[in-house]
């Protein structure tokens, strides 16, 4: 969904903690935002 604000250069691999077992698609969509943000992707 948000590929386009991702440069090419980074490889995202994504490995989900017990809490996102109970965590809302738009939950884990903003704090997979907050990551991607804070590494200047």
């Known amino acids: 969904?948000?590929?386009?604000e991702i440069g090419p250069q980074w490889?995202?691999?994504v490995?989900?903690?017990?809490?996102a077992l109970g965590a809302s698609?738009?939950?884990?969509e903003r704090a997979l935002g907050?990551?991607?943000e804070k590494c200047g992707a």
């Open 1 to 4: 969904m948000h590929r386009a």
């Open 11 to 13: 490889d995202i691999v």
């Open 15 to 19: 490995n989900p903690r017990r809490a």
């Open 25 to 28: 698609f738009p939950q884990i």
């Open 34 to 36: 907050k990551v991607i």
